[in-house]
């Protein structure tokens, strides 16, 4: 298991809004969709707070990221780009997946299990 005391909150890496929001522009065009596809996908009435996130004004909220994560098929934290990253997501990354492997290959699993 991730020993978290291990770190300080100096240490912990810090969300880059601009290249996250650059991010998320790539991997709306990767996916051929264009910004009033992910309107309507979220049901905003207008597309403002689509056009804050790929400019890097803002971050989508928790919610919204694990929709678009579901939606484009990455990993939650993957649609994050952070500035000094010490290799602590990673860790915390390699332990969640080993997680969901261990989930999956039980004889059971849930429809939960399959998103990131």
Known sequence: MLNICMYK???TPEVNLEKTGTHLKQLRTKNNLKVRDLQAFFGFENPNAIYQWER???LPCLSNMLALAALY???LESILICDNSNG???HFHKLLYSERVKRL???TFFMKDLLW
């Open 73 to 75: 098929e990455v990993p």
């Open 9 to 11: 909150a100096y240490q």
């Open 88 to 90: 602590m997501l990673f």
């Open 56 to 58: 890097g004004l803002k």
């Open 105 to 107: 290959s039980s004889k």
